[in-house]
């Protein structure tokens, strides 16, 4: 009877908690669905965002709407809920970090992690006073619609700039911020969801750079009937000045014009979708592109894929969703929106079967043919100490880190010359714990060091709004379109080179000069580009300063922050003025899975504990965006919060680990022989007084 | 091995499961100590041991405590061994084997035929016998956990296997000492 309370108690929480989930998957059956595992041929009509039937041959058609199209048949407010889309909601669990958006702008040699996600290290850019629609312009293109660029989320924004403004007119002035900030969702409308983007079959035509490309020229209605390629579109809506009015007479003929490509149109209007339930590896790896530096530049050919991919499976085998669209992240500890458990597509739950110490139904165990790992010999301590994808994921733990380039960052998918130091630099590869936490397993992560404008009050360093800060430093830092290569672009007069060269030498061509005129010319290039910096970045410095009297200009990068030393130096803020403006945003990285024979450790003990393992010894040199910085090198050991003599003690106890093996058998076997010999001799001794 | 890991993958947590340990041994010692010396024997004793088996034991109870120390410390807190404290563990842990080796050599009871004569007269109480055995048994399965865990021959969940059976294993060896220490004294003191 008693044993029976425990199990009931159990029955009763349960019932608890499903009872949620089981009501949300009932709200998702309102609509039809085939539930053949062939799939649903998508012949269909297409609708515009007024919800009226297309008919391509009008004059002027409108673009379609996916939300209104698709949302005929399938529930988008419910999908449009979904991970990648509730970035603003904060009750989603914000999980452990992950990619944040960079707002780049090379002309300012900016590039600042932003999240809405409570995600350390990052910026919220709603207190950064970003507006909503700023942020959907500047990465709706990487993004599948809707979110941030919903309207209920631009209404919002709007409301409460309005608000602000307000309340800044009755105080009779307006913050500097809000001069900057633009919201022209009244010219573009909000940003569609594109089912699209995910669910085109790779070859169907669908192109989610079209889509990017359409984004960019703030084309968000048109962009998912550019991307799927049933029409062209003509027109950019950024040309439209800030006061354009949709609605006024005549406005029509500006905004961006359709062509429906009527041989897309069968006899009765409708158009054939070409789309998969579950989306390809190519539709991920449109945004979620990561590969070494070292692989652009055709050089792909020597890295491989991830394991999991290159055995057959896909990203949404493990990265899987309901029609919630609570896509799983799958790292340990992950938990989803609607309580479903998501222990079994975790690396240890799919492949263990077991997740702290607890065993997963028979039916989460090995699914998708995971195979049992072995370790064989490895001491079970390192399960304590090591995530699964320290030792499996990521770049090979080298000396140095390995520099990365990422699609949404670096826009890939762009048809552009890449050398692989395209800014921001990002390193993988680290292994960090996840948390401050001395008893955080160590995850190989990701580090991206940002570097911005911004204004130090009181001790706080607090970032600039990225446009602000080019309105106040574009003419004093005289740059056009790359901060990094023109700041540091000098040009010696001729006056300077006469005066090195020689007046006969100074008109030669610099394929003719010698070693030592080269050299000299260099030497002379690298003060002048010393001072140019020096010069012109004091200038922007005090060109903020002199839009926020009273508080101190900065500017981060690469780990530091540098401000103004009077009128014409430069100065490094110390450690304690800077506290953790520059530091790294940092996130675990699970991707690229490597063979087990790759595996950290594969070669025994010393892959790690040996005098110049990587593991401790690395040096992780931030990535600066200022030219001629030189960023001071950080330890590994010092970021994993490791004692460096403690690591060194562990290197030399296991110098002796094989003596050490071999010794403690022979005595342990040694200890067994004498304690099995004292049993038989304290039976023998014992049957021997019973018999006698 | 299923029947291994029924008995080893407790559900309890360690915080628990060592104040249980503690509160069982404790209230054990009291009572029986109160026991022992409201009834006390007052045997003659004679040390039976050189002093290398008595150095022996008492390193081997040094060190004992050490590993104890650093497991259960950290299990108390509901942390992973870490630092310092795991060095100091798997430092230990060799002279653990090597002292294990000795106490075996030295001080397991030889055999029960033996106890008419004085000088063994502590071999003759149940307790100091049966935790001799106790503590050279448990011993060798913490030892043995270890030592298995470092050939190449269980897999990732025999390996968890082994390192659950190693701190139940460690919580045996620091129980048996603890009796064997009192019961040491006890028969030392002449009361048994």
Known sequence: MIRIFPRLLKVSLWCCLA????EQVTAQNRFATSDNQSGYVHWIDL???NNTRID???ENPPPYDPGKTCGRCHDVEQIAHGWHFNALDSKVPAGRPGFPWVWRDPRTGTFLPLSYRDWAKSWNPDRLGMTRWEVAAHFGG??????????????????ASTEQREVADDADQETEEQQFATDRTAITGPLPLDCMICHHRPGSGYSPFAWTEQIESQNFAYAPTAAAGIGTVTGNTSRLRDDFDPAADGAADRLPKVAYDLNRFRTDGKVFFDLVRKPSNDACYYCHTNMPAAAVGGQRWLHDEDVHLRAGMQCADCHRNGLDHHTVRGFAGERH????SMAAFSCQGCHLGEVDGRRLEASNVGRLGAPRPLHRGLPPLHFEKLSCTACHSGPVTEQELDRQVNSMIHRLGEHVKRDGDELPGIVGGALLPLTSSSDSPLYPHRLLWPSYWAVMEKGTIQPLHPERAYELVRRAL??????????????????????????????????????????????AEAQLRKSQISERMVAALSAIEEAYPGQQAVYISGGQGFVRDGDTGLKKLDREQ???????????????????RQALGADGCTDCHRADAPLFNMEVRPIAVLPDQQPAAVPIHRLQGIDRQLAERWNRLFGGRELFKVVGWGMFLATCGIFFAAVVWNLGSYWNRRAS | MSILADIAIIAWPWRTILLTATVIVGAFLVLHAVWVACTPRHLTVRERHGAISRVAYVLFVLVTVVLAA????NLWRGVSMKGYALLAHVAASGAFLFLLLCLSLFFLPRGTDRTGQPHELEHRWWLARWSAWMLVGSSIVAAATMLVSMLPLADTNGLLLLAQVHRVGGLAVLVSLILHVYAMSVTRAGWR
């Open chain 1, 19 to 22: 009872w949620q989930p089981v």
């Open chain 1, 47 to 49: 609708y515009d965002a």
């Open chain 1, 56 to 58: 391509p041959n009008q």
């Open chain 1, 142 to 159: 990487y993004l599948p619609g809707a979110g941030v660029g919903s309207g209920p989320s631009l209404a919002t924004s709007s409301m």
């Open chain 1, 337 to 340: 929106a609607h309580g479903f």
């Open chain 1, 478 to 523: 005289r740059v056009r379109r790359d901060f990094s290569e023109e700041l540091a672009e000098v040009r010696l007069p001729l006056s300077q080179r006469r005066e090195i060269l020689g007046d006969s030498r100074a008109g030669v061509r610099e394929e003719d000069w010698t070693d030592e005129e080269r050299q000299q010319i260099r030497a």
């Open chain 1, 578 to 596: 800077l506290g953790d403006a520059a530091d790294p945003y940092k996130w675990p990285l699970a991707h690229n899975v490597r063979p087990a």
């Open chain 2, 70 to 73: 650093t497991a259960f410390g």
